[in-house]
């Protein structure tokens, strides 16, 4: 069974328009997040969440929004896509022990044409 | 704020040999975890080994071994006896244990090449 899944693994899309990728999560975790991984492969976080509430938000542009319907998922919707947004995003997950591990799904490659 | 280095971009091995992967980080904190992270061309996160900052003893996965220098602020990676499926990105990352929810922090990856 997937832990971490993505919808969809592959997103082209026109500049301007308004796009959502989903993240579930089936491992009971109370955190999840979204980052986003540049052409230079750098992973740098954008959001996470804790039981439905944002903990951190690394200073992302307000057109990047996510919305978290209950527990287990945690979607990333973008307005007005721009050509920088282009890049890999990931959902991930982990508990809420010090020593959790965070886990990832497979990826959703954005191209903004 | 944290940050974390790895010095080399790229890496090659030869299959069988060892190589050791790079990663020191920056902190004011004395408890922490730190990871390593691979990332096949399949795009997928995949944790390595994981390393809690308390313990002394370095943690070892199979052909994977860590060498933890807390003083130093070193967090290498030891892939012992290379295969080609060992060929990814390798990210090492840190989370701080002091704070509920602290995001993790990855360093920028070094990309691991195999020769058969």
């Known amino acids: 069974d997937t832990a971490v899944s993505q919808t969809p693994k592959y997103l082209v899309t026109q500049m301007g328009n308004d796009k959502s990728i989903k993240c579930e999560q089936n491992l009971g975790h109370d955190t999840m997040y979204w980052y986003k991984q540049d052409s230079k492969k750098f992973l740098k976080i954008m959001f996470s969440?804790?039981?439905?509430?944002?903990?951190i938000n690394e200073t992302v542009p307000n057109r990047f929004s996510p919305k978290s319907p209950d527990k287990a998922h945690l979607n990333l919707h973008i307005n007005s896509l721009e050509l920088g947004d282009s890049a890999v995003y990931f959902c991930?997950?982990?508990?809420?022990?010090?020593?959790?591990?965070?886990?990832f799904g497979p990826g959703t490659r954005l191209t903004v044409l | 704020a944290q940050t974390v280095t790895q010095s080399q971009p790229e890496m090659s091995v030869q299959e069988a040999e060892t190589v050791t992967l790079s990663c020191t980080y920056d902190t004011s904190e004395s408890d922490y975890y730190l990871f390593w992270y691979k990332q096949p061309p399949s795009r997928q996160m995949i944790l390595v080994i994981r390393q809690e900052a308390y313990k002394q003893q370095n943690a070892t996965e199979n052909r994977f071994s860590v060498n933890f220098q807390k003083a130093a602020k070193s967090f290498s990676l030891k892939i012992s006896d290379s295969q080609l499926g060992d060929a990814a990105m390798y990210f090492c990352a840190y989370r701080s244990a002091n704070n509920y929810g602290q995001n993790f922090v990855f360093g920028p990856g070094t990309r691991l090449s195999v020769l058969p």
């Open positions: 991930a997950s982990s508990g809420p022990r010090r020593t959790d591990t965070q886990y």
């Open positions: 969440y804790n039981n439905k509430e944002l903990i």
